[in-house]
């Protein structure tokens, strides 16, 4: 009983860690600044092979992941800086942008790199409960999701930074007239959201195959949460990814995998119905 | 009558000088093979072997004179993944460029998706990859392994070795399917169970509540039909959950050399059975390896796929010298008499006459603790005898139709 409570458990905590992670970055590039990052499964690429190749060099595998972060926040500065800047207010154009960019990277990555990337050991060992076998590594991703959920709350709502941020992405005029660095606000964002694509893709290599198009497994989930938790990625992000989590969790169980996919994106399509700024605008829309 | 007669001679007349021309110009004309393969997207891990089996193949054949002395032309275009790109093609290969031959596809999809095309012209189309079998059609000939010779000797030596109780985890699409449905066909007799069975979208890479299905049902053994690289995730994931339950699949290791991707012990007790891989020792297989290597010394893994596709290529050369021509239906004249074979490095093969399908010499293989590959059983040659067995015979009809054990050809 207990078992299958905890495996029930264990299954909506894997399901919410890849929401979350896969659109951490994505909701301050897209839910906050706007650009509709096609690219972003190649910055989650980017932190897979970067944290591979630091790792099979001989760095221990956290220092190796935190250089996959690090680098793809990085490049995302200076793509932000060189191409997206000046498509801010052109949001078909920069789409369009993104996706070139995300055909270079993978293109580029397999011409470079070959067709496959030699993989990591999987950290920690498993533990049982009842029947059940479990990888406790798995464990360590939902804990992360928590950190990155914590870390991204901190930084935009109590840091001041994140006032600075928040009131460039409102209105930029405005802020910069109060004295605010509005490019270097916009690099550091962007650069923030594309370092957590890094993270994820950090956290993920231990555990996938690496090719080089393997970051649009993670793109359709990341658009999903964040378009279903709403313009205030800092209030909705985190409920979208729980109600998603659970009905795909849930689906996943009783139906199988196929049917869990199909669930997720006929929730999407009926959350959006009902609640179309999603569930920030909802949350909003109670408390005031 | 007469009269007709008579201006069906005089228009004749002509028309026998051009044939003659083209006759002559023909012998110094060079041979067009069409081949698609991906080298970009998804599929680029196995394409790009296969790209390089039909590369090698070539060189080596042009360099020794050709086939029927004339030198190949390879054109090879990239469908990346897509059979919509396969469709478009496959048109451009056989109708501008009128293609001698096309060689390729990599998904039972994408196979199905120009096979039609094929049919309404008079072009031969090699399929190079082990495949659920069942294609009974004139225009096709498949040199890749399928399942009498995959499955009917790997699930038999799995019921025995680990047990009866078996778990499906499947790729959602044709192949996943046929190939679940052969799994519960032989297990049938054998007193076999599907306790499981799952099928996974393509592109879905997280595995946590398949491996506790799995670990709910208690099977004795796995039957992996799972595709692609974000399939392949399974792996890692169940290695580091410890679902130390052993694995048989027919595409895993020859194919995806996963034992190559994934550290150990990540594919350790996984079983398959193959024609080709590349741990394969013989003198000739040795020989093989080395002319490959000599031309792509950084290729990750040569797998059962561009070895395929290179012998693809020499059974098209014996074909077209028996029959002294490139015509398919002289080309058939020769599959007909039943033994139209090549010493390929497996070992001899024959083109079946009545399926089109080639008999492979097959070998049972298992991967260590250390991502090592033995080989555990030599079956010995294995003809592709189902879909004669089920009334597929293509030197009396041509059905054009893909047969399944639950789709047989209409008794007669």
Known sequence: ?288 | MKRRTLLAGAAALPLFNIVDSERVRADTKTIKIGLLEDISGDLAVFGIPKLHGSQLAVEEINGKGGILGRQIELMHLDPQGDNARYQEFARRMLQKEKVDLLIGGITSASREAIRPIVDRTNTLYIYTNQYEGGVCDASMISDGAVPEQQLSTLIPWMVEKFGKRVYTVAADYNFGHLSAEWGRTLLKPLGGQVVGEEFIPLGVSQFAQTIQNIQKAKPDWLYMLNVGAAQNSFFPQASAAHLDIPMGSPIKIMLGFEHKQFPAPVMANMYAAANWFEELDTPAAEDFKKRWRAKFPKETYINDMGYNAYVALYMYKMLAERAQSLNKDDIRKVIAKGDAGIDAPEGHIVIDPKSQHTSHHMRLLSVDKENKVHIVKDFGVIQPYWLGQVGCDLTKSNPKEQYTPDHLPPKR
């Open chain 1, 1 to 288: 009983m207990f078992a299958d409570l905890f495996s029930d458990f264990y299954q909506f905590a894997d399901v919410f860690a890849f929401l979350i992670l896969s659109a951490a970055g994505l909701a301050i590039i897209f839910g906050m600044m706007g650009v509709i990052n096609l690219a972003h499964g190649e910055f989650i690429m980017c932190g897979v092979y970067v944290t591979s190749a630091v790792y099979h060099a001989g760095l221990p595998l956290p220092l190796a992941q935190a250089c996959g972060a690090i680098v793809a926040g990085l490049i995302g500065m200076l793509l932000e800086v060189t191409i997206i800047r000046p498509l801010y207010s052109r949001p078909l154009d920069s789409l369009l942008v993104t996706w070139g960019i995300s055909l270079v990277a993978t293109q580029g990555t397999l011409i470079a790199l070959g067709s496959t990337f030699p993989g990591i050991d999987t950290p920690g060992h498993s533990f049982s409960v009842g029947e059940y076998s479990f990888s406790s590594y798995r464990m360590v991703l939902f804990a992360a999701s928590l950190c990155v959920l914590g870390f991204v709350y901190v930084l935009f709502m109590r840091t001041r930074f994140g006032v600075h941020a928040r009131a460039t992405m409102q209105n930029p005029g405005m802020a910069q007239a109060l004295g605010v660095r509005k490019g270097f606000i916009y690099a550091l964002s962007f650069g923030i959201g594309t370092g957590l694509a890094g993270l994820c893709g950090a956290l993920y290599a231990p555990t996938m195959n690496l090719i080089p198009t393997m970051g649009a497994s993670f793109l359709v989930e990341a658009f999903v949460t964040v378009v279903v938790g709403g313009a205030n990625v800092l209030l909705g992000t985190g409920p979208a990814a729980i109600a998603l989590g659970a009905i795909r969790a849930g689906l996943n169980a009783w139906y199988g995998q196929v049917v869990g996919e199909i669930g997720l994106l006929i929730a999407v399509v009926l959350i959006i119905r009902v609640l179309p700024d999603g569930f920030s605008g909802w949350l909003t829309r109670r408390t005031s």
